[in-house]
T-cell receptor
Framework: GDSVTQMEGPVTLSEEAFLTINCTYTATGYPSLFWYVQYPGEGLQLLLKATKADDKGSNKGFEATYRKETTSFHLEKGSVQVSDSAVYFCALRNGNDDMRFGAGTRLTVKP | DSGVTQTPKHLITATGQRVTLRCSPRSGDLSVYWYQQSLDQGLQFLIQYYNGEERAKGNILERFSAQQFPDLHSELNLSSLELGDSALYFC?????????????FGPGTRLTVL
């Protein structure tokens, strides 16, 4: 079945460092791809999304490009802030099937 | 604010007990999903309802059940609780006609079983 594999954490970076969290997927057809973020003590929030190959999702300085040839949707940010400390989940949804989440990557940004 | 509400925010109970978690989806969303998030942060899909009918089942234990009511709110019932059921329980909703099919999550209910 469809699945998502994302980079294991935790990831610790200094403020203003470059962030990459890898995500690859296995799916039939053309799923929609998502990154969700979970701040401490809160529920998941949609960070960005992409629905077709070569689409780039972006929000709050984060970007991810839907790469069908490598079945990847890596999350990047050029300069992280302390406020970006959270758990990040990569997810896919194929049509009306249930959403499949990766295991989550905990990011800690130190001042 | 996602528009999805969950009550209660926290619940502390004892082993063997039964609890009910409640979720109200975003206005207009017909689908409701339940997830369990354990301490090691993994998200497990439990069950989905669409307009009152069960649509999909994930890793839901037989001790757990859910339903969606005519006003579209949903309840997750957990019975014969065990220590290992302590977790965050999230509800999400979506509009199947939406372009991207994203799910909107509630703030969660933290269940502690003592």
């Amino acid at each position: 079945g469809d699945s998502v594999t994302q980079m294991e954490g935790p990831v610790t970076l200094s403020e203003e460092a470059f962030l990459t969290i890898n995500c690859t997927y296995t799916a039939t057809g053309y799923p929609s791809l998502f990154w969700y973020v979970q701040y401490p003590g809160e529920g998941l929030q949609l960070l960005l999304k992409a629905t077709k190959a070569d689409d780039k999702g972006s929000n709050k300085g984060f970007e991810a490009t839907y790469r069908k040839e490598t079945t990847s949707f890596h999350l990047e940010k050029g300069s992280v802030q302390v406020s970006d400390s959270a758990v990040y989940f990569c997810a896919l949804r194929n049509g009306n099937d249930d959403m499949r989440f990766g295991a989550g990557t905990r990011l800690t940004v130190k001042p | 604010d996602s528009g999805v509400t969950q009550t209660p925010k926290h619940l502390i109970t004892a082993t063997g007990q039964r609890v009910t978690l409640r979720c109200s989806p975003r206005s207009g969303d017909l689908s409701v999903y339940w997830y369990q998030q354990s301490l090691d942060q993994g998200l497990q899909f439990l069950i989905q309802y669409y307009n009152g009918e069960e649509r999909a089942k994930g890793n839901i234990l037989e001790r757990f059940s859910a339903q969606q009511f005519p006003d579209l709110h949903s309840e997750l019932n957990l019975s014969s609780l065990e220590l290992g059921d302590s977790a965050l329980y999230f509800c999400a909703s979506s509009d199947p006609s939406g372009t991207y099919n994203e799910q909107f999550f509630g703030p969660g209910t933290r269940l502690t079983v003592l």
